[in-house]
């Protein structure tokens, strides 16, 4: 069978990439749109080199928690293949999972020190804003000032944000809408923070990778969940680190998947 421009020879209905397909029979997406989406998110990051860097994509569709917690690089029910398990009261919807900001965490079973690359990314689609609280952690994981992975966004709260990536970079009454997509990257031992594919920091890396498994929802503070939000995730990535055109094609490639949903910011 010959495939042209992503149609059957001949005719038919259009050919599924065959990873988009195991993610839709795992998480069983029935939605048209969503498994159209899925299936042009996919197709989008290999088209881009994206694809084999990263080590885990949550793309929360299907508005379940079982449907939620699948890894779309590799959708089986187990910890080796970072399925989350989420804890506590989250609320899972069409538009994404939204934790509570007192319990609310999933364990994506990746440790940095073990399962990536000594220069990595870690990003977060956030689709509301976060308003009260005390020091909310969107992602992360840590053990200390220089060994962690992490993004922090405090909304209309105080307008930080704060990300780690060994290093720390700290950003204070800069914005006043931290909903969008968040990208921490190392380019050339630069810790660099973007937002909406805009750099809005850099700093050199120092430190080490964390030796603690990343959170979502909350910070995983030496083994202990801390620090948790109430924004709402409409995607998250984790993987080995990304050149500059890479960080705008995975901006582009997030920002048409979450566009195709009706839940972009």
């Given at each position: 069978?010959?495939l042209?421009?992503?149609?059957?020879?001949?005719?038919?209905?259009?050919?599924?990439?065959?990873?988009?397909?195991?993610?839709?029979?795992?998480?069983?997406?029935t939605?048209p749109?969503q498994?159209?989406?899925?299936?042009?998110l996919?197709?989008?990051?290999k088209?881009?080199?994206?694809?084999?860097?990263?080590?885990?994509?949550?793309?929360?569709?299907?508005?379940?928690?079982?449907?939620?917690?699948?890894?779309?690089k590799?959708?089986?029910?187990?910890?080796?293949?970072?399925?989350?398990?989420?804890?506590?009261g989250?609320?899972?919807?069409?538009?994404?999972?939204?934790?509570?900001?007192?319990?609310?965490?999933?364990?994506?079973?990746?440790?940095?020190?073990?399962?990536?690359?000594?220069?990595?990314?870690?990003?977060?689609?956030?689709?509301?804003?976060?308003?009260?609280?005390?020091?909310?952690?969107?992602?992360?994981?840590?053990?200390?000032?220089?060994?962690a992975?992490?993004?922090?966004?405090m909304?209309?709260?105080?307008?930080?944000?704060?990300?780690?990536n060994?290093?720390?970079?700290?950003?204070?009454?800069?914005?006043?809408?931290?909903?969008?997509?968040?990208?921490n990257?190392?380019?050339?031992?630069?810790?660099?923070?973007?937002?909406?594919?805009?750099?809005?920091?850099s700093?050199?890396?120092?430190?080490?990778?964390?030796?603690?498994?990343?959170?979502?929802?909350?910070?995983?503070?030496?083994?202990?969940?801390?620090?948790?939000?109430?924004?709402?995730?409409?995607?998250?990535?984790?993987?080995?680190?990304?050149?500059?055109?890479?960080?705008?094609?995975l901006?582009?490639?997030?920002?048409?998947f979450?566009?195709t949903l009706?839940?972009?910011?």
């Open positions: 069978m010959y042209i421009n992503s149609f059957r020879f001949g005719g038919g209905a259009p050919a599924v990439d065959p990873d988009a397909q195991a993610f839709i029979t795992a998480a069983s997406i939605d749109t498994q159209s989406a899925i299936d042009t996919v197709t989008d990051l088209g881009y080199g994206i694809w084999t860097k990263t080590k885990a994509i949550y793309p929360f569709v299907g508005g379940t928690a079982s449907s939620h917690k699948f890894n779309l590799d959708p089986q029910d187990t910890d080796a293949a970072f399925r989350l398990t989420f804890s506590g989250w609320t899972h919807s069409v538009n994404g999972v939204q934790g509570n900001l007192t319990n609310a965490f999933a364990d994506t079973y990746l440790v940095p020190s073990t399962n990536l690359v000594t220069d990595n990314h870690v990003s977060i689609y956030l689709n509301t804003l976060f308003t009260s609280g005390s020091s909310p952690y969107n992602i992360g994981a840590y053990n200390a000032v220089t060994q992975l992490a993004i922090r966004t909304g209309t709260f105080d307008n930080s944000s704060r990300t780690y060994y290093s720390q970079i700290d950003i204070a009454n800069t914005i006043g809408n931290t909903a969008g997509f968040w990208l990257n190392i380019i050339s031992s630069n810790h660099r923070q973007l937002r909406n594919n805009v750099l809005r920091s700093a050199t890396k120092t430190g080490t990778v964390p030796t603690q498994k990343v959170y979502l929802g909350a910070l995983n503070l030496n083994g202990t969940a801390s620090l948790f939000t109430n924004q709402r995730i409409a995607l998250s990535t984790i993987g080995d680190n990304l050149t500059a055109t890479e960080e705008g094609n901006y582009t490639a997030v920002q048409a979450n566009t009706s839940r972009q910011v």
